[in-house]
């Protein structure tokens, strides 16, 4: 169970190729291609054309093999990702000095915007890829709620996964669901249990191993991007 299967692992075995690994890819790259996107832009695209290239960079992907470069050493999905955003964005750069050189015409710019001033833009992209991992967590908490019935609770709750309640808080909940303070408490503390279990399972898909130490040295390193983000 330390080492079972991962989406990211059925990628890199099967070297991109088979129906489960090109299923496997195209779920981590829909999953996760809205930090990509906010990449691109801040690398000077508009937000059509950051689009478009995200877009480029997952169908070659999925669809062209590219995945066989990737090094299953590192297992992380999220440095592979954003390697194959900066080829794309290199490759657009050439062909548009190519264009601006040939004929004496204009050429199309290639920014659209104006690319951000950041001391560290991989460590932006870590942070932003860790509030996806988060939201996809709650998202499935949600889900999972919702399927038990349980929908109205966990909106009521939803706000005690980032932050800590009082006593008072907690009466207040409880009031409104029908419940004592003491089950509120409870209810939480279960709540927060199944998130992280959620979080673990979303992090380990993108790692090639779901050793729980690779998990453990995965969340540590996106907590302190959160952190020095904020």
Request: charged share 25%; proline share 2%.
């Amino acid at each position: 169970m330390s080492f079972a299967t991962t989406r990211w692992s059925q990628v890199v075995c099967a070297g991109g190729q088979g129906a489960e690994a090109r299923a496997a890819l195209a779920w981590l790259c829909q999953a996760y291609w809205q930090p990509l996107a906010a990449h691109a832009r801040r690398r000077g695209l508009g937000e059509h054309s950051a689009e478009d290239l995200v877009q480029e960079v997952l169908l070659s992907l999925v669809a062209g093999g590219s995945v066989a470069h990737a090094d299953p050493a590192r297992g992380r999905f999220r440095t592979f990702l954003l390697a194959c955003v900066e080829h794309h964005l290199g490759h657009r750069r050439e062909r548009a000095q190519a264009q601006k050189r040939g004929g004496g015409q204009a050429a199309v710019a290639l920014e659209e915007g104006h690319a951000a001033v950041e001391p560290d833009p991989a460590r932006t992209f870590e942070r932003e890829w860790a509030q996806a991992l988060l939201q996809r967590a709650r998202e499935a908490l949600a889900r999972e709620q919702a399927g038990q019935g349980q929908a109205g609770r966990f909106a009521a709750l939803e706000r005690f996964l980032a932050e800590n309640g009082d006593a008072r808080l907690y009466r207040d909940v409880g009031q409104a669901l029908g419940l004592e303070a003491g089950a509120v408490r409870v209810a939480v503390h279960r709540l927060r249990g199944r998130y992280r279990e959620l979080l673990r399972a979303e992090v380990a898909d993108t790692l090639e191993s779901a050793d729980p130490a690779a998990i453990d040295r995965e969340l540590d390193d996106l907590l302190a991007a959160l952190v020095d983000g904020r």
